[in-house]
């Protein structure tokens, strides 16, 4: 078994696509995954299986639409590639608040995103990954999920620093 890092967009954000940690443990052991941890209310999943990280995003998704109707992105890693993700961090980790990481569900085309405006803010495309860090606050950052997402053409997820070590922590 070999254990991954999943992640759900857009779950339990602003009221809207409320999924109970419970019940998606629930239909995650329904579908067969094992050693299934959440962590948070926002779609931060540890699990083991044999799949391929896209056959489980493809399980995961089509099971959360068939039982809550909710169409959610998902993004997996495994625990080698969110280790490498946190170590390659360009920016410096000491103001830990303004540090994020958005996950992709590919690895764009483009290297550089063109958006206007961004102050003190600055990201790094790294394959897979965007790193942010944010002076200006993740409240007021034009690198937001949508942004990424509309300018590289992929799917984006985003978590702060403590989350991303967090979960790398939970799977020790």
């Known amino acids: 078994m070999k254990k991954y890092i999943v992640l759900l ?6 009221g809207k696509n409320k999924l109970p940690m419970a019940e998606l443990r629930e239909l995650l052991n329904d579908l067969q995954f094992q050693n299934i941890q959440t962590y948070i209310q926002s779609g931060n999943i540890i699990l083991e299986s044999e799949k391929t990280k896209s056959e489980i995003c493809k399980i995961i998704k089509d099971g959360i639409f ?3 109707g909710y169409d959610v992105p998902v993004i997996t890693r495994t625990i080698l590639e969110w280790g490498k993700a946190v170590a390659n961090y360009p920016f410096s980790t000491e103001n830990e608040k303004i ?12 290297t550089t995103i063109e958006i206007k405006n961004i102050g003190e803010d600055r990201y790094k495309i790294d394959n ?3 790193y942010l860090n944010c002076p200006s606050g993740f409240g007021k950052t034009k690198l937001t999920n949508n942004s990424i997402e509309k300018k590289l053409n992929v799917i984006a997820t985003t978590r702060n620093l403590r989350t991303t070590l967090k979960l790398l922590e939970l799977t020790k």
């Open 99 to 110: 540090v994020a990481f958005s996950f992709l569900n590919k690895v764009p085309e483009a």
């Open 66 to 68: 068939t039982k809550f």
């Open 128 to 130: 897979d990954v965007v």
């Open 9 to 14: 967009r857009g779950i339990n954000v602003s």
